[in-house]
């Protein structure tokens, strides 16, 4: 088959979702198919072109002025139609059989190109974007609830809670918030098929997205290549040779970074505890653990090889995300590593860390401490549970396994396409 893969992000400078994507392209290329990459790049001044592992990706770019609200409205509407278009420009020019939108950025022009090609459209769903303008259901950080729905009355809260007393001034931009929305869902919707990539997103789909009723919504998870993650890992050299508790991503309120002090005080921690990522709430870490003596290790954003490396040696890998995860990369290469996990009991993590068999689960900042504390002090514990967390990935996100699901989905919707017109 002729793949076209329109994605948000891609390597080597990207997140979760671009390594993702990346792991489809290239296992989709290692079983015969041809694969083409589109990349939407917001706030690059030129189209162009790039190479990554043999892929070339073309890079389209597009506005986005530095100004909340105002730089949603140039990455989404003023995007769709200019990416639409180059999409359309780029079908006409190489035939493709099928195109596989990755996430939110890509999804609608995805679907209006093929509207107006004749193509097939697949999109991924990787996190609530579909059903909430801010993609993570969280309108109070310090509450940790989550929105029920984006209504006019739950966005003036979001608003409230996202930018204080200022967060007023946007009011009046909630009905474009909405249309935005409402946009988006139907987009989606227009598409052959859906995937989404956990248990919990495909049921708030369900639950939260009516335009989607009738769609082909199927779970079908990230592909992980799991052989692949132990050789880099093994290559890097030991970062450090005394024990430590780690945490990777984002530091970010939704990432439930503010929790790590507490957490690795509550639970009286003797290793270090060393951070692989960089955000906002960097500051206020590094004086919380100097004010309550922890040894806090903030390395910021490192390569992949090297962010591997360090998962491979961790004693214990600290999860504490509030915000409903989808289903994170971090867990799956922790798991396909046997990292011993203490997570946060949130969205899609369910999938992965299954409680006192792949991981510990808890619901609160203060059981997160208590099984990190476990983890530290039962290494038997430890290590039932890496096993376990490495043996449940292999038999469930192994990129093989997960590939034929998604060679089977593009080929029934081309077949329902064709059937469709005659």
């Given at each position: 088959?002729?793949?076209?893969l329109?994605?948000?992000s891609?390597?080597?400078?990207?997140?979760?979702?671009?390594?993702?994507t990346?792991?489809l392209?290239?296992?989709?290329?290692?079983?015969?198919?041809?694969?083409?990459?589109?990349?939407?790049?917001?706030?690059?001044?030129?189209d162009?072109?790039?190479?990554?592992?043999?892929f070339?990706?073309?890079?389209?770019?597009?506005?986005?002025?530095?100004?909340?609200?105002?730089?949603?409205?140039?990455?989404?509407?003023?995007l769709?139609?200019?990416?639409?278009?180059?999409?359309?420009?780029?079908?006409?020019?190489?035939?493709?059989?099928?195109?596989?939108?990755?996430?939110?950025?890509?999804?609608?022009?995805?679907?209006?190109?093929?509207?107006?090609?004749?193509?097939?459209?697949v999109?991924?769903?990787?996190?609530?974007?579909?059903?909430?303008?801010?993609?993570?259901?969280i309108?109070?950080?310090?509450?940790d609830?989550?929105?029920?729905?984006?209504?006019?009355a739950?966005?003036?809260?979001?608003?409230?809670?996202?930018?204080?007393?200022?967060?007023?001034?946007?009011?009046?931009?909630?009905?474009?918030?909405?249309?935005?929305?409402?946009?988006?869902?139907?987009?989606?919707?227009?598409?052959?098929?859906?995937i989404?990539?956990?248990?919990?997103?495909?049921?708030?789909?369900k639950?939260?997205?009516?335009?989607?009723?009738?769609?082909?919504?199927?779970?079908?998870?990230?592909?992980?290549?799991?052989a692949?993650?132990r050789?880099?890992?093994?290559?890097?050299?030991r970062?450090?040779?005394?024990?430590?508790?780690?945490?990777?991503?984002?530091?970010?309120?939704n990432?439930?970074?503010?929790?790590?002090?507490?957490?690795?005080?509550?639970?009286?921690?003797?290793w270090?505890?060393?951070?692989?990522?960089?955000?906002?709430?960097r500051?206020?870490?590094?004086?919380?653990a100097?004010?309550?003596?922890v040894?806090?290790?903030?390395?910021?954003?490192?390569?992949?090889?090297?962010?591997?490396?360090?998962?491979?040696?961790?004693?214990?890998?600290?999860?504490?995300?509030h915000?409903?995860?989808s289903?994170?990369?971090?867990?799956?290469?922790?798991?396909?590593?046997?990292?011993?996990?203490?997570?946060m009991?949130?969205?899609?993590?369910?999938?992965?860390v299954?409680?006192?068999?792949?991981?510990?689960?808890s619901?609160?900042?203060?059981?997160l401490?208590?099984?990190?504390?476990?983890?530290?002090?039962?290494?038997?514990?430890?290590?039932?549970?890496?096993?376990?967390?490495?043996?449940?990935?292999?038999?469930?996100?192994?990129?093989?396994?997960?590939?034929?699901?998604v060679?089977?989905?593009y080929?029934?919707?081309?077949a329902?396409?064709?059937?469709s017109?005659g």
């Amino acid at each position: 088959m002729r793949v076209l893969l329109a994605t948000d992000s891609f390597p080597p400078n990207c997140g979760g979702s671009g390594w993702s994507t990346y792991e489809l392209a290239r296992g989709l290329r290692t079983r015969g198919h041809a694969v083409s990459v589109v990349q939407p790049r917001p706030r690059q001044d030129a189209d162009g072109t790039r190479d990554y592992d043999g892929f070339v990706v073309v890079e389209v770019a597009a506005t986005a002025p530095p100004v909340p609200l105002v730089r949603n409205y140039f990455k989404n509407e003023r995007l769709w139609a200019q990416l639409t278009e180059r999409l359309v420009q780029h079908i006409r020019e190489s035939p493709t059989d099928i195109i596989h939108a990755q996430h939110v950025l890509t999804t609608i022009p995805a679907v209006r190109a093929g509207d107006a090609t004749g193509v097939p459209v697949v999109a991924t769903v990787r996190d609530y974007w579909p059903v909430c303008y801010w993609s993570d259901l969280i309108y109070d950080f310090d509450a940790d609830r989550l929105c029920e729905a984006c209504t006019p009355a739950n966005m003036r809260r979001c608003l409230r809670g996202r930018a204080g007393t200022a967060g007023t001034l946007a009011w009046p931009l909630i009905p474009y918030m909405r249309a935005n929305l409402r946009r988006k869902r139907e987009g989606l919707g227009a598409a052959d098929a859906v995937i989404a990539v956990s248990s919990v997103i495909g049921a708030d789909l369900k639950a939260r997205a009516p335009e989607l009723a009738g769609s082909d919504v199927r779970q079908i998870p990230n592909p992980v290549d799991i052989a692949g993650i132990r050789r880099a890992a093994e290559a890097a050299p030991r970062p450090l040779a005394e024990p430590y508790a780690l945490y990777v991503g984002k530091l970010e309120p939704n990432k439930g970074a503010g929790l790590l002090v507490d957490v690795a005080r509550s639970a009286r921690l003797r290793w270090p505890l060393v951070v692989v990522g960089d955000g906002r709430l960097r500051g206020s870490l590094d004086a919380d653990a100097a004010a309550g003596g922890v040894d806090l290790r903030i390395r910021g954003w490192l390569p992949r090889d090297q962010v591997l490396g360090w998962m491979r040696h961790a004693s214990v890998l600290v999860f504490p995300s509030h915000g409903p995860e989808s289903l994170s990369r971090v867990l799956l290469e922790a798991a396909a590593l046997g990292v011993p996990i203490a997570a946060m009991d949130t969205g899609g993590t369910r999938d992965i860390v299954i409680h006192e068999r792949t991981g510990l689960l808890s619901d609160s900042a203060r059981g997160l401490a208590r099984d990190v504390a476990r983890l530290a002090s039962d290494r038997q514990l430890a290590s039932r549970l890496g096993d376990g967390a490495r043996l449940h990935v292999e038999r469930t996100f192994d990129a093989p396994a997960i590939l034929t699901r998604v060679e089977q989905l593009y080929t029934d919707v081309i077949a329902h396409r064709r059937g469709s017109r005659g």
